[in-house]
Protein backbone atom coordinates (compact mmCIF):
# COMPACT_ATOMS: atom_id res chain seq x y z
CA UNK A 1 0.00 0.00 0.00
CA UNK A 2 1.35 3.46 -0.76
CA UNK A 3 -0.36 6.52 1.28
CA UNK A 4 -0.08 9.54 -0.26
CA UNK A 5 -0.62 13.11 1.64
CA UNK A 6 -0.66 16.55 -0.26
CA UNK A 7 0.10 19.89 1.38
CA UNK A 8 0.80 23.46 0.44
CA UNK A 9 -2.51 24.52 -1.04
CA UNK A 10 -4.23 27.37 0.39
CA UNK A 11 -6.07 30.67 -0.82
CA UNK A 12 -4.11 33.21 -3.19
CA UNK A 13 -4.63 35.85 -5.67
CA UNK A 14 -4.52 35.65 -9.44
CA UNK A 15 -1.41 35.46 -10.80
CA UNK A 16 0.76 34.31 -8.11
CA UNK A 17 2.03 30.82 -7.84
CA UNK A 18 1.91 27.67 -4.84
CA UNK A 19 3.86 24.56 -4.82
CA UNK A 20 2.19 21.47 -3.76
CA UNK A 21 4.33 18.71 -2.33
CA UNK A 22 2.97 15.01 -1.93
CA UNK A 23 4.64 12.96 0.34
CA UNK A 24 4.49 9.00 0.44
CA UNK A 25 4.94 6.44 2.53
CA UNK A 26 4.14 2.30 2.63
CA UNK A 27 6.25 2.25 -0.37
CA UNK A 28 8.78 4.03 -2.29
CA UNK A 29 7.12 5.58 -4.94
CA UNK A 30 10.37 4.76 -7.54
CA UNK A 31 7.82 2.21 -9.43
CA UNK A 32 5.16 4.33 -9.99
CA UNK A 33 4.14 7.45 -12.21
CA UNK A 34 2.89 9.89 -10.10
CA UNK A 35 0.03 12.38 -10.98
CA UNK A 36 -2.17 15.25 -9.64
CA UNK A 37 -5.76 15.86 -10.25
CA UNK A 38 -8.28 18.69 -9.39
CA UNK A 39 -11.82 18.87 -8.62
CA UNK A 40 -13.77 22.34 -8.31
CA UNK A 41 -17.14 22.13 -7.06
CA UNK A 42 -19.56 20.72 -8.77
CA UNK A 43 -17.17 19.03 -11.73
CA UNK A 44 -16.32 15.99 -12.25
CA UNK A 45 -12.13 14.97 -11.02
CA UNK A 46 -10.00 15.75 -14.23
CA UNK A 47 -6.57 15.14 -14.99
CA UNK A 48 -3.61 17.57 -14.89
CA UNK A 49 -0.61 16.58 -14.39
CA UNK A 50 1.62 13.05 -14.64
CA UNK A 51 5.35 12.25 -14.62
CA UNK A 52 6.45 8.63 -15.28
CA UNK A 53 8.14 6.70 -13.36
CA UNK A 54 11.62 7.56 -14.44
CA UNK A 55 10.61 11.21 -14.63
CA UNK A 56 11.18 11.22 -18.63
CA UNK A 57 8.20 11.83 -19.44
CA UNK A 58 5.38 14.76 -18.28
CA UNK A 59 2.10 15.14 -19.16
CA UNK A 60 -0.62 18.19 -18.73
CA UNK A 61 -3.95 19.12 -19.50
CA UNK A 62 -4.06 21.62 -21.68
CA UNK A 63 -5.13 24.29 -19.41
CA UNK A 64 -1.60 23.90 -17.12
CA UNK A 65 0.98 23.53 -20.37
CA UNK A 66 3.67 26.34 -19.46
CA UNK A 67 2.19 27.41 -15.82
CA UNK A 68 2.48 23.87 -14.26
CA UNK A 69 5.04 21.87 -13.94
CA UNK A 70 5.50 17.94 -11.88
CA UNK A 71 8.37 16.95 -10.43
CA UNK A 72 9.90 13.99 -8.18
CA UNK A 73 12.24 13.75 -5.73
CA UNK A 74 12.47 9.67 -5.43
CA UNK A 75 15.14 10.50 -2.70
CA UNK A 76 12.46 11.90 -0.64
CA UNK A 77 9.49 10.55 -1.93
CA UNK A 78 7.62 13.50 -2.67
CA UNK A 79 6.33 14.42 -5.62
CA UNK A 80 5.83 18.18 -6.39
CA UNK A 81 3.49 20.41 -8.42
CA UNK A 82 4.57 24.04 -9.18
CA UNK A 83 1.97 26.02 -10.30
CA UNK A 84 2.39 29.52 -11.66
CA UNK A 85 0.41 32.50 -12.81
CA UNK A 86 -2.57 31.17 -11.13
CA UNK A 87 -6.26 32.28 -12.55
CA UNK A 88 -9.75 31.86 -10.46
CA UNK A 89 -10.45 28.55 -12.93
CA UNK A 90 -7.46 26.19 -11.22
CA UNK A 91 -9.39 27.09 -7.63
CA UNK A 92 -10.19 22.98 -7.05
CA UNK A 93 -9.54 20.66 -4.41
CA UNK A 94 -5.84 18.85 -5.96
CA UNK A 95 -5.57 14.75 -5.41
CA UNK A 96 -1.83 13.35 -5.51
CA UNK A 97 -1.92 9.86 -7.13
CA UNK A 98 -0.01 6.90 -7.77
CA UNK A 99 -0.30 4.01 -10.60
CA UNK A 100 2.17 1.09 -11.44
CA UNK A 101 0.78 2.67 -15.41
CA UNK A 102 1.05 5.85 -16.45
CA UNK A 103 -2.06 5.45 -18.76
CA UNK A 104 -4.07 4.91 -15.44
CA UNK A 105 -3.37 8.66 -14.59
CA UNK A 106 -3.62 10.06 -18.10
CA UNK A 107 -6.09 7.96 -19.91
CA UNK A 108 -8.33 5.77 -17.68
CA UNK A 109 -8.04 8.54 -14.74
CA UNK A 110 -7.66 5.30 -12.66
CA UNK A 111 -4.96 5.41 -10.29
CA UNK A 112 -4.24 2.81 -8.29
CA UNK A 113 -3.66 5.29 -4.75
CA UNK A 114 -5.03 8.24 -3.92
CA UNK A 115 -4.38 11.39 -1.64
CA UNK A 116 -6.51 12.79 0.85
CA UNK A 117 -6.49 16.22 -1.35
CA UNK A 118 -5.45 19.89 -0.68
CA UNK A 119 -7.51 22.98 -1.39
CA UNK A 120 -6.22 25.74 -3.42
CA UNK A 121 -8.27 28.56 -4.06
CA UNK A 122 -7.77 31.33 -6.48
CA UNK A 123 -9.29 34.94 -6.12
CA UNK A 124 -9.46 37.71 -8.72
Known amino acids: QVQLVESGGGLVQAGDSLKLSCAAS????????MGWFRQAPGKEREFVAA????????DYVDSAKGRFTISRDDAKNTVYLQMNSLKPEDTAVYYC?????????????????WGQGTQVTVSS
Open 97 to 113: AAAWELRKLTTTLAPDY
Open 26 to 33: GRAIRPYG
Open 51 to 58: ISWDGGST
